[in-house]
């Protein structure tokens, strides 16, 4: 998906961004893929630090391949 400006400006505050801890093994791949920088590394663990910039991409869903993410329109 490719995600332009005008996406950015429109879709805030719509999207709700969680990450189980028990799955994430914090290789930061969801961090780097990001495009709005939502996800941080927070002891060792990927965190939502801004999930109100979230554009529900995906990306992040997509890249996880424990499968620790979830991303769901709110
Ligand atoms: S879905 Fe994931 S990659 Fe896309 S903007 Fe939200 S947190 Fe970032």
Redesign the pocket.
């Given at each position: 998906m490719v995600?332009t400006k005008f996406d950015t400006e429109k879709r805030k505050d719509m999207?709700k961004?969680e990450v189980d801890p028990d799955k994430c093994v914090g290789d930061e791949e969801?961090i780097e893929?990001?495009?709005?920088?939502?996800?941080q590394l927070n002891n060792g663990k990927a965190s939502?630090v801004r999930?109100d910039?979230?554009?529900?991409?995906?990306?992040?869903?997509q890249v996880c391949e424990f499968l620790a993410?979830k991303?769901t329109e709110v």
């Open positions: 995600v999207f961004v969801c893929v990001c495009p709005v920088d939502v996800l939502p999930p910039d979230c554009l529900g991409c995906e990306s992040c869903v993410i991303v």
